[in-house]
């Protein structure tokens, strides 16, 4: 609900015009750049998956929670064996006049998974061997072996039906000078029975990018109803005084946040070596200075009780004390040093933000005490270290290991790793596979080429009023929901 009231005049009506009045319009910020909100890549950037969701959805897709929901298929079967997944698709006609039909909806399927080879998630999708229509309304996805966390992947943005040069909703959406607008279609147009009084019952949507300290004083100012895509770089912008106490919502996120070591050279060619800085850094006590109840850290690579998981691999270091590990880390680097080393300066690249500047002082200070001093660079290129904060798409520790594939994430990676995780593709039972996956995270640990830190950290800010949102394991917030469009 947008407020075009002269900043001065903001503190005196604000209360006239924000959380009480409803205009049938839910205003959203979204913490990034026009790319990151509009691009149109095989795999898209968070913000642009918001917008994807909200024009083309899947066979299937997430609601506000992250559950996975009825998209075109208005129901599905898993065969026994976990390999076969059967959808019936709603039946109803696309805005050109044709019939929705399995083998459109196949034939996109297919070519899709095609122009994502070569990404992060066409390796998670190698699990597909076909896609096939059955019938008119039937269709068949076949996997080379079971995948419990399928049908979440098949939710994702990218995976959304683009079906004759027209998207198939939820939403339809039109630029207005920067800004998405976006409508809830008529349940008719998606196969579901009309509704009486759709028009009064729905919301538009309107979301903007917007940078961090704007998209922060828009919402403090009644401006935008909902801000999205914060995270721990921009995390001390949000408002947590008396005028939105209690808007600040942080997901319980899972995920990959840690320390790629972008340049193995000198001090850090040495795996040993880079296990020092592992071995240095204070996790549980790394985010206590934003007040982020319940995260401890974590120095593993795969989230513990994900599928695929088998349990032989835990936590590193158990039974050592934090003083114990930096005395071990310091007699590396010392050791170094006697060797004709040298002093230690690393450079570090993060996020701009007043979350990043903390974050960089207790990194600096944890790395300070065995002998390593940590300076921050502007550029990621001239950087020895640099940030990785990648919220997962499905629960599986498939997806955690793809994350560091040799053919996009060199040199944090391991062939070696690589190969056992395309191993276990077709692993003869679970129990084989997750053995694979357990020994390519263990391969993968011993390189120290990436310093586990803990889980993502993502949080967003909504005025109280506004339907449709929910904290979410996959901190995915789709627009659909806002628009309060049932189902």
Aim: charge should be negative; charged fraction near 20%.
């Amino acid at each position: 609900m947008r407020c075009p009231i002269p900043v001065l005049l903001m503190s005196a009506l604000l209360g006239a015009c924000s959380a009480g009045a409803d205009d049938g319009v839910v205003d959203v910020a979204y913490i990034g750049n026009t790319a990151s909100l509009f691009s149109s890549d095989p795999e898209l950037a968070p913000g642009a998956r918001l917008l994807r969701s909200a024009q083309r959805q899947g066979l299937v897709r997430l609601n506000a929670q992250g559950e996975v929901v009825p998209g075109l298929a208005e129901r599905w079967i898993v065969t026994d064996d976990g390999r076969s997944y059967i959808f019936r698709i709603r039946e109803f006609d696309l805005p050109d006049g044709t019939r929705l039909t399995a083998q459109a909806v196949a034939d996109d399927l297919r070519s899709t998974i095609e122009l994502l080879e070569g990404t992060s998630l066409g390796l998670d999708l190698e699990k597909v061997s076909e896609v096939r229509a059955m019938t008119g309304r039937v269709i068949e996805v076949r996997l080379r072996s079971p995948m419990p966390g399928f049908l979440s992947l098949l939710a994702q943005p990218e995976l959304g039906v683009a079906l004759r040069n027209t998207d198939a909703g939820p939403m339809v959406a039109r630029l207005d000078d920067g800004t998405a607008v976006l409508q809830a279609m008529p349940p008719e147009q998606r196969g579901l029975s009309p509704e009486e009084g759709w028009e009064e019952l729905v919301s538009i949507v309107q979301i903007s990018p917007l940078a961090p300290t704007e998209a922060a004083r828009a919402f403090a100012e009644g401006q935008v109803d909902v801000l999205l895509g914060g995270r721990l770089e921009t995390l001390p912008l949000a408002i947590t005084g008396a005028l939105s106490r209690g808007t600040v919502r942080v997901d319980p996120a899972i995920g990959l946040y840690g320390i790629d070591v972008a340049r193995p050279e000198g001090f850090l060619a040495s795996a040993t070596n880079r296990e020092a800085l592992a071995l240095a850094i204070d996790r549980p006590t790394l985010v206590q200075q934003f007040n982020l109840a319940g995260w401890t850290g974590s120095n593993r690579i795969v989230a513990d009780g994900m599928p695929g998981d088998d349990e032989t691999v835990g936590e590193r270091w158990q039974g050592l004390s934090l003083e114990q590990r930096r005395a071990r880390a310091s007699s590396i680097v010392q050791q170094w040093k006697g060797g004709g080393g040298g002093d230690v300066t690393l450079s570090i690249f993060l996020p701009q933000g007043p979350g990043s500047d903390r974050l960089f002082t207790a990194l600096a200070r944890d790395l300070a005490t065995i002998g390593v001093a940590l300076e921050r660079v502007q550029d990621a290129e001239d950087a020895d270290l640099t940030l990785r904060d990648t919220v997962a798409r499905y629960p599986g520790a498939r997806w955690f290991l793809n994350q560091f594939n040799c053919e996009f994430s060199a040199p944090v990676c391991s062939p070696d790793a690589d190969f056992l995780v395309q191993l276990s593709l077709d692993a003869a039972d679970p129990a084989e596979e997750a053995s694979y996956l357990s020994e390519a995270e263990q391969t993968l640990t011993a390189t120290n080429l990436y310093i586990p830190l803990g889980s993502p950290i993502r949080w967003s800010q909504v005025r109280a009023g506004v339907e449709g949102f929910s904290e979410n394991t996959w901190a995915f917030h789709p627009l659909f929901p806002l628009s309060r469009a049932p189902i």
